[in-house]
């Protein structure tokens, strides 16, 4: 079975642009979940989706922002780009968040905003 | 690789020896736990979980051990292998939550 796939898996950005990133989950998981990963903040939830539908969002600006499709599909934006958003974002799928907690992560992609 | 954290702390064992990773978690109400293996330009792995109505579960060759009276997880790796150097994460779920808390993760080396 293959395993989370996380599309680019590199990113090089300019501040003020935008970013889109892609996250194919476990073929069957219907829920997918956000995260980024820098060195001083370590792992953070961005936001966590199930069915086409944000059921979680954790502390971070209107400019993060994501949305699932009806194959579960992922992707995340990012807007108007600051040199604090560079880190690696990870993606993680797993069955249903409310019965199965396992999740399974990405390889991430690493994003850099010069 | 990855450079997963630049000041985590860091546990250095034996090749063979027994490592213990502490964890303390931050919410009363966290119903599962989890342990992540974080290898570098990897994303985190699963190891083994545990819910807050038990206190120990067994894995192949890791043991949880949770003491919810000090909010205190461990995770114990037998016969340490090189390939088990890693970054390992503990992570808390609330009950019935969509948000996993990750913790700040220690950083495993593993001399031969």
């Known amino acids: 079975k293959a395993g989370v796939t996380q599309t680019p898996r590199y990113l090089i950005k300019t501040r003020g642009q935008q970013v889109t990133l892609s996250c194919s989950p476990i073929?069957?998981?219907?829920?997918v979940s956000w995260y980024q990963q820098t060195p001083g903040q370590g792992l953070q939830f961005l936001f966590e989706?199930?069915?086409?539908?944000?059921?979680n969002k954790g502390n971070f600006p209107g400019r993060f922002s994501g949305r699932q499709f009806s194959n579960s599909r992922s992707e995340m934006n990012v807007s108007t780009l600051e040199l604090g958003d560079s880190a690696l974002y990870l993606c993680a799928s797993s069955l249903d968040r409310g019965i199965r907690y396992e999740q399974y992560f990405g390889p991430g992609t690493r994003l850099t905003v010069t | 690789g990855e450079s997963v954290g630049l000041h985590l702390p860091t546990l250095s064992v034996q090749e063979g020896d027994n490592s213990i990773i502490n964890c303390a978690y931050s919410?009363?109400?966290?119903?599962?736990f989890i342990w992540y293996k974080q290898e570098s330009g990897k994303g985190p792995q699963f190891i083994i979980d545990i819910r807050s109505n038990m206190d120990k579960r067994q894995g192949q060759r890791v043991t949880v051990l949770l003491n919810k009276t000090v909010k205190h997880l461990s995770l114990q790796i037998a016969a340490t292998q090189p390939g088990d150097s890693a970054v390992y994460f503990c992570a808390e779920t609330p009950l019935g939550g969509f948000k996993t808390i990750f913790g700040a993760g220690t950083r495993l080396f593993v001399k031969a």
């Open positions: 073929s069957g998981h219907r829920s």
């Open positions: 989706y199930f069915s086409e539908t944000q059921r």
């Open positions: 919410n009363s109400a966290s119903d599962y």
